[in-house]
């Protein structure tokens, strides 16, 4: 819905730092074909907590066992977060929020308005 959609950047910010390895990213950025101006933020849980507490992202993870003869082995896991989708403005700062559910034409046309300031 952008003239040239490459044009914007996207950063991703990870609300599973243990989960979100190198390789599991790599294969995530394959799957849905995300193109150079995407950005994957990955690390340890301590240098992400203070880009969640600025973006008021708080990712909780539900560990629960497959059955009781191998938990110790294998656990499945799901990651709850919010999905706050952030625009921000050439300086960086986060000028408009959307959140669930995410209206794409609604997103575009943000994009369009405050790329063109």
Request: zero cysteines; glycine letters at 6%.
């Given at each position: 819905?952008?003239?040239?959609?490459?044009?914007?950047?996207?950063?991703?910010?990870?609300?599973?730092?243990?989960?979100?390895?190198?390789?599991?990213?790599?294969?995530?950025?394959?799957?849905?074909?995300?193109?150079?101006?995407?950005?994957?933020?990955?690390?340890?849980?301590?240098?992400?907590?203070?880009?969640?507490?600025?973006?008021?992202?708080?990712?909780?993870?539900?560990?629960?066992?497959k059955n009781t003869l191998n938990n110790s082995f294998s656990m499945k896991y799901r990651v709850t977060?919010?999905?706050?989708?952030?625009?921000?403005?050439?300086?960086?700062?986060?000028?408009?929020?959307?959140?669930n559910p995410i209206d794409p034409k609604s997103l575009?046309?943000?994009?369009?308005?405050?790329?063109?300031?």
């Open positions: 819905m952008l003239e040239d959609p490459k044009e914007v950047r996207v950063i991703v910010v990870s609300v599973d730092p243990e989960g979100d390895t190198e390789d599991s990213v790599q294969k995530y950025i394959s799957k849905w074909s995300l193109g150079d101006n995407w950005s994957y933020v990955t690390g340890p849980e301590e240098l992400l907590q203070p880009i969640w507490e600025s973006y008021f992202v708080n990712p909780q993870l539900d560990h629960s066992v977060h919010t999905s706050p989708v952030y625009i921000l403005d050439r300086l960086g700062k986060a000028k408009i929020l959307h959140t575009a046309g943000d994009i369009k308005i405050l790329g063109n300031k």
